[in-house]
């Protein structure tokens, strides 16, 4: 969750922006804090400090999950290789995702704002790897075509409930696959302008 402190010297100032998450059905929340030029990370009790000028990379994409189909995720990667990530749903139980698209755009916006600040030469993108995209988008359209072609010709045989169904699994697969291709498209942004489909802003929740 996101709060928000009144006006306060600098160094206080710096510490008003949090977010805390349980990233798994099973699992223990998470807690994520802007502090200056680091990102802490809470968990279990331990607290791991990330410097923002070590950021070689921060990534946004799409990346939905089991009950938690509007799932957006930020991963961010150190020079030194490793990797923190936080994504847009909170898990309450097993099969209770809930999404916090409001506080984690906002939070994403700050951390962008800061790293690029702290790390001028961080590259920002958004999307999967050109590579990983490209077998998405085929696979995506192999199992959509190959459907369709099912569908056509158990209809010209005159199987039309066949058809039917077979259309209908076409047309789930369609509304599964197309947010996955569209906005998991590879390229870069400017971190004070981040894709809104991604980083929702505070007035906008995602259709996707």
Same mark, same amino acid.
Not at 16 to 28: I, K
Not at 43 to 61: K, N, Q, Y
């Given at each position: 969750?996101?709060?928000?402190?009144?006006?306060?010297?600098?160094?206080?100032?710096?510490?008003?922006?949090?977010?805390?998450?349980?990233?798994?059905?099973?699992?223990?929340?998470?807690?994520?804090?802007?502090?200056?030029?680091?990102?802490?990370? !809470?968990?279990? @009790? $331990?607290?791991? =400090?990330?410097? %923002?000028? #070590?950021? &070689?990379?921060?990534?946004?994409?799409?990346?939905?999950?089991?009950?938690?189909?509007?799932?957006?995720?930020?991963?961010?990667?150190?020079?030194?290789?490793?990797?923190?990530?936080?994504?847009?749903?909170?898990?309450?139980?097993?099969?209770?995702?809930?999404?916090?698209? !409001?506080?984690? @755009? $906002?939070?994403? =916006?700050?951390? %962008?704002? #800061?790293? &690029?600040?702290?790390?001028?030469?961080?590259?920002?993108?958004?999307?999967?790897?050109?590579?990983?995209?490209?077998?998405?988008?085929?696979?995506?359209?192999?199992?959509?075509?190959?459907?369709?072609?099912?569908?056509?010709?158990?209809?010209?045989?005159?199987?039309?409930?066949?058809?039917?169904?077979?259309?209908?699994?076409?047309? %789930?697969?369609?509304?599964?696959?197309?947010?996955?291709?569209?906005?998991?498209?590879?390229?870069?942004?400017?971190?004070?302008?981040?894709?809104?489909?991604?980083?929702?802003?505070?007035?906008?929740?995602?259709?996707?």
């Amino acid at each position: 969750m996101t709060r928000t402190m009144p006006d306060e010297p600098a160094d206080q100032a710096r510490e008003v922006f949090a977010y805390e998450q349980t990233p798994r059905p099973v699992g223990f929340p998470v807690a994520f804090r802007l502090k200056g030029k680091a990102l802490e990370v !809470e968990r279990m @009790g $331990r607290t791991d =400090r990330v410097p %923002l000028e #070590r950021v &070689a990379e921060v990534r946004l994409s799409y990346a939905p999950a089991s009950f938690a189909p509007g799932r957006r995720e930020t991963k961010i990667r150190l020079d030194d290789g490793r990797s923190v990530a936080l994504t847009s749903v909170t898990y309450r139980a097993m099969f209770d995702a809930r999404r916090q698209d !409001e506080a984690y @755009g $906002r939070f994403v =916006r700050e951390l %962008l704002r #800061r790293t &690029a600040k702290a790390s001028p030469k961080a590259r920002f993108v958004a999307g999967r790897p050109f590579a990983i995209w490209v077998v998405l988008l085929v696979v995506s359209l192999l199992i959509v075509g190959a459907l369709a072609v099912f569908a056509w010709e158990t209809w010209r045989i005159g199987e039309t409930m066949i058809a039917a169904v077979a259309g209908a699994v076409g047309l %789930l697969g369609i509304w599964q696959l197309e947010p996955m291709v569209r906005l998991n498209k590879p390229r870069d942004f400017a971190p004070q302008d981040p894709p809104d489909s991604l980083v929702p802003p505070d007035s906008l929740v995602p259709r996707a």
